[in-house]
């Protein structure tokens, strides 16, 4: 019996990428051990996370980092450290932020799920733009004349949701940005691979940008890197890391925070609840130094060898496997095409079907409704490859 199946639950295929409802990505033998090795000592987490601010900065050429628990912490912590920068009467007062400017500009087509985290430090969201590419009312998306417009005494930063195709380009907005002497907040959480992102972010001259650790980097899933200014992360240290020490007793590493610049200690501030755990930042470092290094998730051939063996063994069913290669990432996908008809079964009865069977089953669900799962290799090795193969035979056969 495996882990899960010991506690209650079951083990699943995970072929939906790296999401989090379903446990994200995988990590690598070295992570793993690197995890184990710092459960057994203790560490002052102050000490520990200036060390992973030099790591992360000499991997991704930013001036500062931070390990928080998701990048959608990260987006919060960012949030929080250009409220209360670093003056403690601010960060004991977030998220209330009554009485100070608290106005982010976000464009209306870059809203998502995750701006909920910007919002929670207690800032306003202001949207800029239309929707209209999505409405279909319109060719003309976000332009940067209405970001400059929206900018008054109470904005306090622009906020920017990376994507292969999200206008105006970051480098334009971050330049506005700056002429009005405001940070620009980057949700990168997905960017990657390919790895030099994580320096073509930073040459941005983006304030602060969020990646997440359990996705392509495949660190803990509950990990995310936030990488900034110096300014900035010693602010997100203060709200982040337990306040419950002695001012008179506490020595911060100097080159993270400059005690000196500090009336005195905040309490808990609002990241205290965004804990992060000291074998998640040990793994997430052995992961990002893996992954810059380029020795993992750089080299497709074995996801693809792994879609490709489940085309073949797919032969003669209606179904049709169409194999493309992600052009920015370089990852192999897989879109099966569904003869619903013929297998007397829609693409979402299908999916369920998968779901809900011995193994469960967890495809992309991103084109259900044209009856095509979405097939990633990301979490596959021949064992669950072999798996898949067998049970979407017995899905896909057609009734007879
Ligand atoms: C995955 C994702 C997030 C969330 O990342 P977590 O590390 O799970 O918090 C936020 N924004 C975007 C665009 C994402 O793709």
Redesign the pocket.
Known sequence: MGIYERLGARAIINVAGAS?RIGGALMPPEVVEAMSEAALQSVSMTELQAAASRTISELTGSEAGYVTS???SALTLATAAILAGLNPAKIDRLPDTTGMPNEVIISKEQR?G?DHSIRLAGARLVEVGMNEAAAGGGIRRTEIWEYESAITSQTIAIAY?ADRNATPLLKDVVDVAHRHCLPVIV?A??ELPPASNLRAFVDTGADLIAF?G??AILGPQST?LLLGSKAHIASVALQHLDQDERFDVWEPPEDFIDKSELVGLPRHGIGRGFKVAKEEVAGVLTALRLFVEGKIGADFSGQRGHLEYLADGLSGLPAEPRIFEDPVTGAPVMHLVLDARAIGMSGVEVCRELRRGDPGIFPGEGKLDEDTLIVSAFTLDQSRTEQLTRRLREVLRTPS
């Open positions: 989090t998701s990048a959608s998502t995750y949701i949700d959480a997905g997440s359990g996705k995310g």
